[in-house]
């Protein structure tokens, strides 16, 4: 045989050779191609605080209709009256006389007396829960709350 045609076919079973391992080789491996990363777990995130309860809307609360006042109110000679926020009071007027008898106060609030709450011409009361003042007064002829 002559040394050219030795050398093709040398080079022709070479390349049989690597056309057959080839395949094999690239499904195994891959190929050339980059290797696959390795999937990793995700940064751990710091917990978010959940958002805050907004504040209930207040409700109003009819503190007029209390027992305690209704109990005093049924003599023509009471005058119930509603203390915004604060609560309900009642005043009795009995031949000129003005006293307290009774009074529901909303939770939180408390009251002063500036004038007589049990026997004068007048109620004169301070209200108040610290951030919210009322001023209640009762007195012939005039209803003043504030």
């Known amino acids: 045989m002559s040394r050219s045609i030795r050398t093709t076919t040398i080079l022709a079973v070479t390349l049989v050779a690597v056309a057959v391992a080839?395949?094999?080789a690239f499904a195994r491996k891959g190929g050339d191609s980059a290797p696959t990363p390795t999937p990793t777990a995700p940064a751990p995130t710091a917990p978010t605080a959940p958002a805050p309860t907004p504040a209930?809307?207040?409700v109003y609360v009819d503190y007029c209709a209390d027992p305690t006042i209704v109990n005093v109110a049924l003599p023509d000679e009471v005058l119930v009256n509603a203390a915004g926020a604060a609560g309900c009071i009642a005043v009795r007027v009995h031949n000129?006389?003005?006293s307290v008898a009774a009074m529901v106060l909303a939770p939180g609030w408390t009251?002063?007396?500036k004038s007589s709450?049990?026997?004068g011409d007048r109620v004169k009361l301070e209200l108040t829960?610290?951030?919210t003042d009322i001023t209640y007064l009762v007195e012939p002829g005039k209803t003043w709350i504030r």
């Open 96 to 98: 000129g006389v003005f």
């Open 129 to 131: 829960d610290g951030r």
């Open 22 to 24: 080839a395949p094999a």
């Open 111 to 113: 009251y002063s007396a």
């Open 117 to 119: 709450t049990t026997g």
């Open 56 to 58: 209930p809307e207040p």
